[in-house]
């Protein structure tokens, strides 16, 4: 029952940011493929910013995938908190962390299933040869999933610390931008270069040497590590 009820409260969000992907590539497949011959009707001038707009918006497309994470991760277990309902949820005959994997594992899902629209619209309406192969696909693929899953644990763990989704959005927010600050800083000023989540895509790309297996598996870890904390959390949190 907890399981449907955690899809009935998302799936709204869930199926916006599908549709929103889907009108961006779609968008985009429009203007690379031109069916109806509009934009190479236009003078050149035109045409040519019609044409550099495609990578705009799959740049933009991707980009609503973590955007999801920050909205999806407030949706988790510490929105109970926030709603009232924590009271009659914990005196339930389930143990906390049921509750808890539960809910992330819906979001999660919900996280791994965008990637894959994302990454589909890609395929077959932008660059049929963007990721060269289907191994380029799937490393692709593998690499985005764990960008997101880090975007959306990180949410989902500030929302159950604030039991408030917008705090927790919050400091998700600056928890992101301020690690991001910091491995600029170093890289900068110091020559030091910390882990960055965001090179998994570009070291899984096509042309990459190697699967980045172990950067993969380390943020996948650093996810897990994220979640015992909210399950320590959570578990001692009075209603």
Known sequence: MYLWKCWRE????????????????????????DPFGWIAAKPLELRAVWQSTT?????????????????????????????????????????????????????????AALVLVSHAVQLTRLDPHHFGSLRGFSRSLAAFCTVALFFYTVTYLMTTLARNSRHGTALSVTAIVGYFGLYTWLRLWYEIAI????????????????????????????????????QFRFERAEA
């Open 55 to 111: 990578g705009g918006m799959v740049a933009t497309m991707l980009g609503m995938v973590p955007m999801a994470g920050f909205v999806l991760g407030a949706l988790g277990v510490g929105m109970e908190f926030e709603k009232g309902t924590a009271d009659f949820l914990l005196t339930r005959p389930r143990s906390r962390r049921y509750f808890l994997w539960t809910s992330w594992s819906i979001g999660a899902a919900q996280m």
């Open 195 to 230: 882990p960055m989540p965001m090179e998994l895509m570009t070291r899984s790309g096509r042309g990459a040497s190697a699967f980045p297996i172990a950067a993969v598996a380390g943020w996948l870890t650093v996810c897990l590590a994220l979640m015992l904390i909210a």
């Open 10 to 33: 998302t799936r709204s969000t869930f199926f916006v940011f599908v549709g929103a992907i889907l009108a961006v590539g779609a968008f985009a497949g429009y203007v690379a493929w």
